[in-house]
């Protein structure tokens, strides 16, 4: 999924459908605000410069129609209200220079709202986010890369990690990851110490670990070679 095709973003009506009991967020109700949105049953009062300058799918058009008070605010559908506050979190900083948003999950659907909107700078910034959690299981950071198109030198350490370590893939995991890449992992796994899937193997399961995947260098040259990719440059 490419941020210029992504999915198209929720549905958006200037007033809501049917009447639904509201509540103000606590934190992100300016008074000063100029748009009023609204997330399922949550008032979000922002200031609309703020979408504008950033994203470049974020209803504009809308935003140029009155939804500035409570009774006409912007209807978000399909949009979890605490997903929305994650995206504030990062539009309105609590203190400048500091970050609210510290898990996988938060980063997660970070990225999703800013690809569906196409905040591309936050959308790099959820990227470079996620890849710095030493908690990102490499078949979640693989498949965070296949769904965000994100490119594959991101993921360069998850394809590493699966192809090193001792066990092959499971169902859930290749369900996961889908069949192209399961079966290039499981390729990569192969030629490892120069052997190739398809060709009688010489080497022992065993003799295979302590000359192949036990070795860093092979496993990378493996990765390299079977996923096109190379070892990104430390900074």
């Not at 504009?60 to 929305?84: S, Y």
């Not at 980063?107 to 909107?117: E, F, V, Y």
């Not at 092959?168 to 899937?197: K, S």
């Not at 022992?204 to 079977?226: F, M, N, S, Y």
Request: glycine letters at 6%; hydrophobic letters at 40%.
């Amino acid at each position: 999924m490419t941020i210029t095709d992504a999915p198209e973003p929720p549905p958006y009506i200037t007033t809501p459908s049917e009447p639904l009991a509201t509540r103000r967020h606590e934190e992100y109700y300016f008074e000063d605000g100029n748009l009023v949105i609204q997330v399922s049953g949550i008032l979000f009062r922002v200031w609309d410069g703020s979408f504008r300058r950033h994203s470049k799918a974020f209803p504009v058009p809308l935003l140029d129609k009155a939804a500035n008070d409570d009774e006409h605010p912007l209807v978000l559908e399909g949009v979890d209200p605490a997903d929305f506050e994650r995206l504030l979190w990062i539009v309105y900083p609590p203190v400048l220079g500091e970050c609210k948003a510290t898990t996988i999950r938060d980063w997660t659907a970070i990225l999703d709202l800013a690809t569906r909107w196409q905040f591309a700078d936050i959308r790099e910034l959820a990227i470079r986010s996620l890849g710095a959690l030493p908690d990102l299981d490499p078949v979640d950071k693989i498949e965070l890369a296949q769904n965000y198109d994100i490119r594959r030198q991101w993921a360069y350490g998850a394809y590493v990690a699966l192809c090193s370590r001792p066990a092959a893939l499971d169902v859930i995991e290749g369900r996961q990851l889908g069949i192209e890449t399961t079966v290039n992992v499981a390729f990569a796994r192969c030629v490892q110490g120069r052997l190739m899937c398809g060709r009688r193997l010489t080497r022992t399961r065993e003799k295979l670990d302590k000359w192949g995947r036990k070795k860093p260098d092979e496993v990378k040259k493996a990765v390299e070679e079977v996923f096109e990719i190379k070892e990104p440059v430390a900074a």
